[in-house]
């Protein structure tokens, strides 16, 4: 069955500094991944897809790669600012059917 | 304001009731989901209705049902509830193809089972 690995640990980092998050996968080649940011209480909210013929999309200061050589998507922040913390979900496609398994996420915290 | 509502905010109920979760979807949007997240977890996938079709269904519950109508706006039955069914409900749309991606999520509906 498809497993999806994020970074384990909560992301701290200083405001200003890049931030990058991991998202590995096994067992299957997504046709596409997403991100997503998920704030306590509240619905996630889409950021970014990337299809598996595309290496890298960028919207403002975000930046996301898809490796699927590697099964690897790295999501980057830059500038990233206090605004920025939150949890963020890698969600990649389905190997079969419909339903998505957006896991747990990464908690990323930008401090002053 | 991602365009999808849900109702209510927030309920409060006993064990063994039934209730009934609403949610709109965006405008053109054909595609509906319905997740649940309990404290510090994932969401968890429930089902996923296509112009009023049922498409595909995750771990549900046999407890839980829902259905989209023929306005689009789909409602998730909650019944003989229980105390570990206290969590958030979100629901999601997507656009006109019943591909799961870009999906957008209501405000959620927290529900608490006393």
């Known amino acids: 069955s498809q497993k999806i690995e994020q970074n384990s640990e909560a992301l701290n980092i200083q405001e200003g500094k890049t931030a990058t998050l991991t998202c590995n996968y096994t067992n299957y080649s997504p046709a596409y991944l997403q991100w997503y940011r998920q704030d306590p209480g509240r619905g996630p909210v889409f950021l970014l897809l990337?299809?598996?013929?595309?290496k890298e999309k960028r919207k403002e200061r975000l930046k996301v790669t898809f490796d699927t050589t590697l099964k690897q998507s790295l999501f980057h922040i830059t500038a990233s600012q206090p605004a920025d913390s939150a949890t963020y979900l890698c969600v990649p496609g389905p190997d079969s059917g419909y339903a998505l398994n957006f896991g747990k996420g990464t908690s990323l915290l930008v401090t002053p | 304001d991602s365009g999808v509502t849900q109702t209510p905010k927030h309920l409060i109920t006993a064990t063994g009731q039934r209730v009934t979760l609403r949610c709109s979807p965006r405008s053109g949007d054909l595609s509906v989901y319905w997740y649940q997240q309990s404290l510090d977890q994932g969401l968890q996938f429930l089902i996923q209705y296509y112009n009023g079709e049922e498409r595909a269904k995750g771990n549900i519950l046999e407890r839980f049902s829902a259905q989209q109508f023929p306005d689009l706006h789909s409602e998730l039955n909650l019944s003989s509830l229980e105390l570990g069914d206290s969590a958030l409900y979100f629901c999601?749309?997507?656009?006109?193809?019943?591909?799961?991606?870009?999906?957008?999520f209501g405000p959620g509906t927290r529900l608490t089972v006393t």
């Open positions: 999601a749309s997507s656009g006109d193809r019943g591909t799961p991606y870009e999906q957008y």
């Open positions: 990337i299809r598996e013929n595309e």
